[in-house]
């Protein structure tokens, strides 16, 4: 079996995107990004990806009509680029219908929190406004809703008194670091099996 084809889209600095590129440069995966997509010009993500000679594209939705299209011209991409498996890392965007079609049950998500709390944005910040003792982070299968898909695998961290957001949030993008490219990895080897919104390793 030959490596799975990742297409991973990032908005902004693109850590998670360097945590998945490093592990399947080390082979610690049996996958490679062969494209990266933003809809973001500044992102540092297409930095990341073109200093490791991955093609890095993006593409302003304010140039498409609806978001229809806008998901038609991505999907262009990622069927140009053979793409197996969609790795959303610090994507701003809700995944709509042309990508949900496309590719059922093979996208996935990285989201700062234990869900199903604290979904959306800034879940390290709400999550400290609430006042949790632990939190963490969580790999899920994308769905039509707001972070609600099957989880994959979540990280639990605590939060200690001394604590600030900022040094939660880095103990909990530690995890995401680790977590990402052992969820992508899972999927590479065929040892998820989904049933309902239940994720069962086999
Ligand atoms: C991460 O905290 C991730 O959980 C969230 O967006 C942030 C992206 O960070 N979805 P980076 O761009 O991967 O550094």
Not at 69 to 79: D, Q
Not at 145 to 154: A, E
Request: aromatic share 6%.
């Amino acid at each position: 079996m030959g490596k799975l084809r990742l297409g991973v889209l990032a908005s902004g600095r693109g850590s998670n995107l360097q945590s998945i590129m490093d592990a399947a440069g080390a082979g610690r995966i049996k996958a490679e990004v062969v494209v990266v997509f933003s809809d973001n010009k500044d992102a540092f993500a297409l930095e990341r990806a073109r200093k490791a000679g991955i093609p890095a594209l993006r593409l302003d939705p304010r140039d498409f009509g609806s978001k229809d299209e806008y998901e038609k011209a991505i999907l262009e991409i990622l069927h140009e680029h053979e793409v197996q498996l969609v790795c959303l890392a610090g994507y701003m965007r809700i995944i709509g219908r042309v990508l949900l079609e496309a590719f059922p049950n093979l996208i996935i998500n990285i989201h700062p929190a234990l869900l199903p709390a604290f979904p959306g944005l800034h879940g390290q910040q709400q999550a400290w406004d609430y006042g949790v003792k632990f939190s963490g982070c969580t790999v899920h299968f994308v769905d039509e809703g707001m972070d609600t898909g099957p989880i994959i695998i979540q990280a639990v961290v605590p939060v200690y008194d001394d604590d600030t957001v900022d040094t939660l949030a880095d103990r909990i993008l530690e995890q995401e670091h680790k977590i990402y490219p052992e969820a992508i990895g899972l999927i590479a080897e065929g040892r998820l099996r989904l049933d309902g919104r239940k994720v069962f390793r086999v």
